[in-house]
């Protein structure tokens, strides 16, 4: 653990949902502070105005929620370092800028579009190595400067790159030490001419006034580092470390994105994926706890997370392997969580069940327990378990599953001999059930799977149900033998 309580941040733009890379970000970051016992902040960069809605920040933070990343600082808990929107913070910036300015660190800058363009034109022509910002309002007069503010003409602030700066070294947790020639950055603006803070400034700014240890994002912005540490450097506050962490790509070997599927944290939760199943896919995203261990519980991940065995090679998204690992959660729960997390709220959420239901728990832990082995999403317990509550009158007979099973010479004998058997079946339990069935081939001669199957499709309606004698006993006597009656009509 390091000697400074590590403190880090999410930053989302809330100029949209929040997708797959923010959310894999987002987890890293918050691990890596569960894991040396530091703090999680997230904040709201939302410095765009044009693009950045207070609904995509409900979605982004209802995102947060359900993957279960709960944040120390940040919206809605507050904390220390606020206000935790950058359009909140909007004084601090000129606060920063003003004093970088009066300690000659940064200065203001006249130069309209059209100089700005000629003067990269000028350089393109001489093949210039450097096209940046000719620096030439780095040595106006502080009079002079205020003297045109004062007369109204449109400004804005650029950073002084010291004279003397050499290459700027980056030093990465994840790419090692990045070295970025000083000539390549040029007097870059921290400040618009309508006041607002450049990302790279705004960003600097909260990183510092924040006390961020580490910056863990992804790896677009190890281009715009160099910049940030010469506003650290400005600022005279201390560089934290970086940790660029790379793309995720599609199988097609090129970024992830909507072509490729699903992008949004949203869509998933949607389709039914398990918040700890969808969390544990996406840090297995360039992170690795041993290079081979897939199912990573949430704790693990929060106690053994390490910026170490963070790969910078890009990431595939697989959405096989996520679906494997979504099967695997749903089998490694017990029926009891299955029915607690699972089962019953989507069939609360699909009015199956109604907010009164009342059931006795072995009934259903013995639902569960059928119901669980077929269920790779939660919507799939609504098909599931379709016969266990429908009624001999609401039961929906499928057309195919008829034809094969019921309507056919000799079935309407099995389903009199069954319903003689089933009536007379002292306990209604599955083993009996099941016993009872078994005794009927035998004595019908008939072929057992021709006798299960025009059972099976009397009492469930179709022929892929769960086994027959747990789910007859789910459903009770009275219920199966009145759906054998109606049944029997069709059966020949
Ligand atoms: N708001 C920036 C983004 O969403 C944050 C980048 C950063 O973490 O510095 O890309």
Redesign the pocket.
Known sequence: MSETPVRV?????PTGKLHVG?AR?AIYNWAFARANHGTFILRI?DTDPERSTEENTQIILRAMRWLGLDWDEGPEVGGDFGPYKQTERAQMYRDAAQRLWDEGKAYPCFCTPEQLAADREAAQARKDPFQGYQRRCRNLSREEAQARIDAGEPYVLRIKVPEDRGDVVVRDAVHGDVTFAARELDDFVIQRTDGTPT?NFA?VVD?AAMGITH?I??D??LS?TPR?VIVYEALGAPVPTFAHISMILGADGKKLSKRHGATNVEEYRDAGYLSDAFVNYLALLGWSLDGETTIIPRDVLASQFSLDHVSKNPATFDPKKLDWIQAEYIRSMSDQEFADEVMLPELHEAGVIGGDFEADEAWVDALAAIVKPRTKFPADVVTVTAPVFATAETLVYDEKSVAKGLAKEGMGAVLDAAREALAGLAAWEPAAIDAALEALPEALDLKKRLVFQAVRVAVCGNMVSPPLGETMALVGREDCLARIDRARAMAL
């Open positions: 941040r999410f930053a989302p733009s923010g970000t960069d990302y960003t990183d910056v994002r992804g677009d912005h715009n940030q």
